[in-house]
């Protein structure tokens, strides 16, 4: 079973726009980390937060932790066609090794 | 540094057939994993190790086997491949678990089972 669910499956916007996508999860966590996966290529790590921090900044990314809710979001600032791929959220659960979601596809048109 | 490394790219069996994907990583990490990527989800652990020596199962491990005869390799054989195994596979390393869990991942590899 996945611990971690992105929403929205799929995203598409207009260059310069904000990009939001969101993950919940089950369990307690560790820590939450953000993947990106361009198209035919391994994943790439962004972020990550800890159960212990609420919010992190890393250049046009920011992220958000809420372990009340059991969720996270990744928002992408200013975004850039470059910036078109899968996103994905990733869980510890405690456990020797992380749970990935399906992850949100991001489209961002010229 | 080359990071993580898979071959092949691309692989085509039949069903039946056995071959072995290779891992090699040139970061002294302690913590390797393998995943399969299938259409539309995310990905799923199927072994991981957290030194030579050391492996367990993770989530979907059936029909497949690993080793970690040393911290650089981490190679993973498909016993008898059957169509249900048609993915994209990727190897993945960290330094240590629970020490800063990034995963650094290698370029896939893209197995079809005919």
């Known amino acids: 079973s996945q611990q971690g669910e992105e929403d929205p499956q799929a995203l598409s916007i207009q260059e310069g726009e904000n990009a939001t996508m969101n993950c919940s999860y089950k369990?307690?966590?560790?820590?939450l980390q953000w993947y990106r996966q361009n198209s035919g290529r391994g994943l790439v790590h962004l972020i990550l937060?800890?159960?212990?921090?609420r919010e992190k900044h890393s250049g046009r990314l920011r992220v958000t932790l809420d372990t009340s809710k059991k969720s996270s979001s990744l928002l992408i600032t200013a975004s850039r066609a470059a910036d078109t791929a899968s996103y994905f959220c990733?869980?510890?659960?405690?456990?020797?090794?992380?749970?990935f979601g399906p992850g949100t596809r991001l489209s961002v048109l010229p | 540094n080359a990071g993580v490394t898979q071959t092949p790219k691309f692989q085509v069996l039949k069903t039946g057939q056995s071959m072995t994907l290779q891992c090699a990583q040139d970061?002294?990490?302690?913590?390797m994993s393998w995943y399969r990527q299938d259409p539309g989800m995310g990905l799923r652990l199927i072994h991981y190790?957290?030194?030579?020596?050391?492996?367990d199962q993770g989530e979907v491990p059936n029909g497949y086997n690993v080793s970690r005869s040393t911290t650089e390799d981490f190679p993973l054989r498909l016993l008898s491949a059957a169509p249900s195994q048609t993915s994209v596979y990727f190897c993945?390393?960290?330094?240590?678990?629970?020490?800063?869990?990034?995963?650094?991942f290698g370029p896939g590899t893209r197995l079809t089972v005919l």
């Open positions: 993945a390393s960290t330094t240590t678990w629970g020490v800063t869990d990034t995963q650094y």
């Open positions: 369990t307690s966590i560790n820590n």
């Open positions: 937060i800890r159960s212990n921090e």
């Open positions: 990733a869980t510890d659960n405690y456990g020797q090794n992380f749970v």
């Open positions: 970061m002294n990490h302690e913590y």
């Open positions: 190790s957290v030194g030579a020596g050391i492996t």
